[in-house]
């Protein structure tokens, strides 16, 4: 059974209820339709897609959604069974570790994936990556290019994919200004992916063990203050 708009205009789903993680409060959660487009509006102007009004039933904030036009059936409008989420969830990433200019940047290649702006998105990504090869130097640069190929086997990233993905990060070493794959969806959130784990690789993974082995000094040395050595004991 489709996805429909029938002639009083409530909208019908196989499945009651659609799912999604609401943009807000980032929950996966059910919406609702609280605001169906009119079926004798839909009838006259026959749009090819068509804009839904959702309430996640979460926290109650409103989720859009738009879907293509099937058909224009007696007594309703057949809507396809995927849709478009007009705002997406934002990226979670610990940007603790970052340095400034990197997080500026990348914080922006996510708001540009957000909004599925995917080229801006591949645009604003080799930025990160030139900053970051400027901040770690040439050894830095190397170490990330293998773990580019490590992440492509263990992730068992197709040829084609990865290869996109290479001359967005890396670009061509012998063309100053190497020209910007257009990537399509499945491309972009695996680029996404990527340079997460290359940023996490580069910075979070180092910064959190600098951590964890400063917290352990400290204990270490906090005790060892505390402690009486035994030659003292009988003095």
């Not at 196989?14 to 079926?39: F, R």
């Not at 340095?99 to 995917?118: G, R």
């Not at 293998?146 to 670009?171: N, P, Q, Y």
Request: one cysteine or more; a neutral charge; glycine letters at 4%.
């Amino acid at each position: 059974m489709s996805i429909y708009v029938d002639a009083h205009g409530r909208l019908h789903h196989p499945e009651q209820n659609l799912a999604v993680t609401c943009p807000h409060c980032q929950v996966l959660s059910h919406i609702t339709p609280i605001a169906v487009p009119q079926y004798e509006l839909l009838i006259t102007t026959r749009p090819k897609q068509v804009g839904v009004v959702f309430v996640c039933d979460s926290c109650n904030a409103p989720v859009f959604l738009k879907f293509n036009v099937k058909m224009y059936a007696a007594s309703r409008v057949e809507l396809s069974s995927t849709f478009i989420e007009l705002e997406r969830p934002r990226e979670k990433f610990s940007f603790t570790y970052l340095p400034e200019e990197v997080e500026q940047l990348f914080k922006e290649a996510i708001s540009c994936y957000t909004t599925a702006c995917y080229n801006a998105f591949a645009s604003m990504c080799r930025r990160t990556a030139q900053t970051m090869f400027v901040e770690l130097g040439e050894s830095g640069k190397l170490k990330l290019f293998d773990e580019l190929a490590r992440v492509g086997e263990m992730a068992s990233i197709d040829a084609d994919t990865h290869a996109v993905i290479k001359k967005v990060i890396f670009g061509n070493e012998n063309d100053p200004k190497p020209a910007m794959p257009v990537l399509d969806t499945y491309q972009a959130g695996i680029l996404l992916e990527v340079l997460k784990d290359l940023l996490y690789q580069a910075y979070v993974r180092k910064g959190r063990l600098q951590q964890a082995m400063a917290m352990r000094r400290f204990f270490v040395d906090e005790h060892n203050d505390k402690v009486t050595p035994i030659s003292k004991l009988g003095a």
